[in-house]
């Protein structure tokens, strides 16, 4: 059985990934803070992922 605040704590993870990834394809000011928004977006939704038990 899953501990509900870890499940929690995983769709968070993962709703702050898709933002961050969305924030990055929207963000054109410079190269490295696209990068850094995809990559840390991509981070934190398998993370996420991880949390809640779905991987």
Same mark, same amino acid.
Do not use: C, D, Y
């Given at each position: 059985?899953?501990?509900?605040?870890? #499940?929690? $704590? +995983?769709e968070i993870a993962? =709703?702050?990934?898709?933002?961050? #990834?969305? $924030? +990055?394809?929207?963000?054109? =000011?410079?190269?490295?803070?696209?990068?850094? $928004?995809?990559?840390?977006?991509?981070?934190?939704?398998?993370v996420g992922k991880?949390?809640?038990?779905?991987?």
């Amino acid at each position: 059985m899953t501990n509900p605040k870890v #499940v929690f $704590a +995983g769709e968070i993870a993962q =709703l702050a990934g898709v933002v961050s #990834v969305v $924030a +990055g394809l929207v963000m054109s =000011l410079h190269h490295w803070p696209v990068a850094a $928004a995809l990559l840390g977006g991509g981070t934190a939704f398998v993370v996420g992922k991880k949390l809640r038990g779905v991987l």
